[in-house]
């Protein structure tokens, strides 16, 4: 009898624990677990692996500095053109506004239709355990980028200028596109 009474408490911490472990789940976890929702996660290993076999193309098709990269423990990157989708995944993410939890380290919008914003964990930090970049295009498309691993305020920065640049290319090639239809 003693040993049926062990074997149901194991059971019953080990139910509380994932539970509890549940509850905890992050707001970038539950808009992974969204139906129409692509995720895909990309542990260190599968980084460095990717850069040792040349894959750089890869890498360099993120908005992520080469530096910060060196830096990243697990990569999951987070993806819907979902209507529904999208909408669930922004009430989710107001979470990430809470400021006893993320600091907000950079938002942007452009003409109202495209959303950027970088958040870092833990707040009122100089060193970030997590850093989610959040770009939210038209309300139609959301991409999240979310990192882990040692993050400076440098790093943050770095990621910042490198969105700016890029949006400064893409609004080049714009005006290229539109000079070559005279």
């Known amino acids: ?4 009474f062990k074997y149901f408490a194991i059971i019953a911490l080990v139910a ?5 472990a549940s509850a905890q789940s992050t707001a970038v976890d539950k808009v992974a677990q969204l139906d129409d929702v692509y995720c895909f996660n990309m542990p260190e290993f599968m980084i460095k692996g990717i850069e040792k076999l040349g ?6 098709a993120t908005p992520l500095p080469t530096g910060v990269l060196k ?11 979902k209507k529904k989708a999208v909408k669930k995944a922004q009430k989710i993410l107001k979470d990430l506004d809470d400021t006893s939890k993320y600091q907000v380290i950079f938002r942007s919008s452009s ?4 959303k950027i914003a970088i958040y870092a ?8 355990s997590e850093v989610v970049l959040l770009i939210n295009e038209h309300d139609r498309q959301l991409t999240l980028f979310q990192l882990l691993g040692e993050f400076s305020m440098e790093d943050v920065n770095d990621i910042e200028e490198e969105l700016n640049d890029n ?10 596109i539109d000079a070559s239809k005279k």
């Not at 009898?1 to 049926?4: D, R, T």
């Not at 964990?121 to 970030?128: G, I, K, L, V």
């Open 1 to 4: 009898m003693k040993n049926l």
């Open 16 to 20: 509380m624990a994932a539970i509890n």
């Open 55 to 60: 894959g750089n193309d890869i890498l360099k």
């Open 71 to 81: 830096k990243v423990k697990n990569i999951q990157f987070i993806s819907t053109s």
């Open 111 to 114: 003409n109202k239709t495209e």
């Open 121 to 128: 964990y833990p707040a009122r930090s100089e060193r970030f």
């Open 167 to 176: 949006k400064t290319q893409d609004d080049e090639d714009l005006i290229i």
